[in-house]
């Protein structure tokens, strides 16, 4: 763990030379926003993404807390391996799927959840396949009483509970981050390379361990915190500006 006495270096250029590159989506690629059902990828990232994927002969795969299928909606199919959910559910470009049994209990946590944003204003519920997340984002004096509500409802039906930037979320499955990256490195076409992952929020922290324990590299995006990541990068743009020049030596 790096502490926020430690100014974190930016990753260097050659860093991506045989890598398996994992990448979170909201607030490393795209722009955090108020509503998540307000962001989208933009033709550039599109085309980068492309772009690096083909550098790295497919290892490239994002590790998101969003459904895999948002993903693919997004991006308009599968051009890289998803792991969605936080890492419990999984796509592939060639077409398989995997994840967990749908939990028993999800439509009287979504009806519990809708209610409590129904007499929040600003308070939003996130549907997941394999779960469902409140946003507070708009409603920041909701916090407390939307993370009593979540705990309530994860153990009320057994269900994970995943604070993240804003936001909780409950979900099948104990899968994080980290398991999700171990998973995929353990087979085509991620074995035998060297993981990096990139990461803004706290749920990250589970990635970056991941990738250090493997002999890789973490890289947050973002202000300074306590971390397991080795590098950092200021923002959005950074992150989007490292990625094309750490790739121009493999096309």
């Known amino acids: 763990m790096i502490d ?10 050659d860093l ?36 690096v994927g083909h550098a790295l002969d497919g290892r490239l795969a994002i590790v998101t807390g ?12 599968t051009p890289f391996v998803i792991g969605g959910s936080h890492g419990v559910e999984f796509r592939w470009p060639d077409g398989r799927t995997a994840g ?16 409590f944003a129904a007499g929040h204003e600003g308070v939003i519920v996130e ?41 909780v979320e409950l979900r099948a499955g104990a899968g994080d981050k980290g398991a999700a990256i171990e998973r995929l490195m353990g087979e085509p076409p991620f074995a035998g390379s060297r993981p990096v992952f990139l990461g803004d929020d706290v749920t990250d922290e589970d990635g970056f361990r991941a990738v250090e324990a493997l002999g890789g590299a973490g890289i947050l995006i973002g202000p300074e915190r306590e971390t397991h990541a080795r590098y950092r990068l200021d923002d ?11 790739t121009e030596a493999y096309l």
Do not use: C
């Open 100 to 115: 967990p049994e749908l939990p028993a209990g999800l439509d009287d946590v979504m009806a519990e959840m809708r209610a």
């Open 66 to 77: 969003r459904a895999s299928e948002r993903i693919v909606s997004m991006f308009g199919g």
């Open 4 to 13: 926020t006495n430690t100014r974190l270096p930016a990753p260097p250029r």
């Open 236 to 246: 959005v743009t950074a992150v989007r500006q490292w990625l094309a020049r750490a």
């Open 127 to 167: 549907t997941k396949p394999y779960g469902a997340g409140l946003h507070y984002r708009m409603a920041p004096g909701a916090e407390a009483e939307a993370h009593a509500l979540a705990e309530r409802l994860a153990a009320a039906h057994g269900l994970h509970l995943q604070p993240g930037k804003m936001m």
């Open 16 to 51: 991506l030379g045989g890598a398996g590159l994992f990448l979170d989506f909201d607030g490393t690629l795209v722009e955090l926003q108020d509503r998540p059902d307000l962001v989208h990828p933009d033709a550039e990232l599109i085309r980068l993404l492309a772009r």
